[in-house]
């Protein structure tokens, strides 16, 4: 193994059942469209089928790369989430026993609002560091949430993203000087009694700008690749106007102003799968980085990649990828198109309840009707248990 050649060796992603296009939500709320495909730059949303959760579309995203690459090497499986289905439980356990994951195993769940993703990936690159021999499943899934009504409401979304972190891989090598930031400050956050989120919208983004600046500065302290050896950034989306703004914000802090053109080539392709998406929480600074490589036009081998991850409460971190020789070989674009494509539309009455349904479940006992086409779904809940199984009867 080249010494620090650790990163990111494959990347596979699930989402929902269903989506809304925002148009739908636009008109029942008598609002201009145009505030959310251009305002926010949003234009669709996933959510979730009844028998879908973190776990069926973490599961899904992780069996892409199970079955690719086999399981033999896979000793940590991080799951990384701020919408768990257990307080005690990780829901990676279920991931592991859905998969048939080795039991020479250690899996856990980790919790910081949307930076948790960025946490789990950092960690695998210390215990790849440490036994390079060992790869770690790093899973980030998360169904994005707020109240019906509220001006959070078109930012929400469902989705998760694997990796498999190893030596020397495939895909991208993450550089090791990475910028931190945290501040404790409550511009997001859900309380235990609820199921969905509570914020404060405007102070959430200016809390997200400073913290790119935070981030930022420390990485420029820490001696890290100066940003104009950054050929392409990718941010954590709430939305993607949230990027757009960020990376000006970036940019102007580092003395430089950006034409549309230039600003359209650095960040442009990512926005793309997030837009369709919606905000994903821990899996959506990946779910851009999956959608910088699958829509780039350009041959990123060799490029510098900068990824900035925020999460509310709030903690950052800004670092950099260099992006590997014959890349595209790994990546699965046109399957990934064909499963956004093969969501549902609901219409708004359907979306609704669907929405309150989550509230309404009584978490002790209830049974889902069979709806995903996923790998696997949620069977339901019986005597306090989550039951899931696989959605085709396995082939004996
Ligand atoms: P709002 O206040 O209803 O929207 O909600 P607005 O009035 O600010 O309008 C939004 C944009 O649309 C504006 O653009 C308008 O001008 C424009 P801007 O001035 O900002 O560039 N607009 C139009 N454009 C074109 N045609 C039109 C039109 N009308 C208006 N007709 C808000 C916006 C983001 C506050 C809300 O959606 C919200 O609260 N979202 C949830 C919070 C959020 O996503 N915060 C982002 C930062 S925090 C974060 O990223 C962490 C997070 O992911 C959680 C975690 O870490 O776990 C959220």
Known sequence: MTENKIGIDD??????????DLRELAEHQGVDVGKYYVGIGQSQMSVLAEDEDIV?????????????????????????TESGVDQSKAAGVYVH????????C?????????YSGTAALQFALGIVSRNPDEQVLVIASDSARYALDSS?????????????????????VIEPTTGLYTRDVHDFWRPHYLSHALVDGKFSMSAYLDAVEGAYRDHETRGGQPIQEVDRFCYHQPFTKMAIKAHAHL???????????????QLGPSLELNRRVGNTYTASLFLGVLSLLNHDSADLAG????????????????????VQPGYRSVLRASEDEARLAARTPLEYAR????HERVDLVDGTEFATPRVTAAPFRLAGVHEDVRRYEPTRPTTP
Do not use: W
Request: proline share 2%; hydrophobic share 45%; charged share 20%.
């Open 152 to 172: 959070g409401e078109s930012t929400q979304g469902a989705g998760a993203v694997a990796m498999l972190v190893t030596a020397d891989p495939r895909l991208l």
């Open 303 to 322: 490029s510098r990649m900068a990824l900035f991850s925020y999460g509310s409460g709030a903690v950052a971190e800004y670092f950099t990828a260099l």
């Open 351 to 354: 979306y609704r309840e669907l």
């Open 106 to 114: 250690r899996v856990v769940e980790l919790k910081q609002a949307c």
């Open 56 to 80: 069926t579309m973490g599961a899904e995203a992780a069996k892409r790369i199970v079955d690719a690459h086999g399981a033999d090497k896979i000793r940590t499986v991080l799951f990384a």
């Open 251 to 265: 940019q102007a802090l580092a003395g430089r102003v950006l034409d549309r053109e230039e600003s359209q080539r």
């Open 97 to 104: 026993g859905l998969l048939d994951l080795p039991r020479n």
């Open 11 to 20: 990347i596979s992603f699930a989402t929902s059942h269903h989506l809304l």
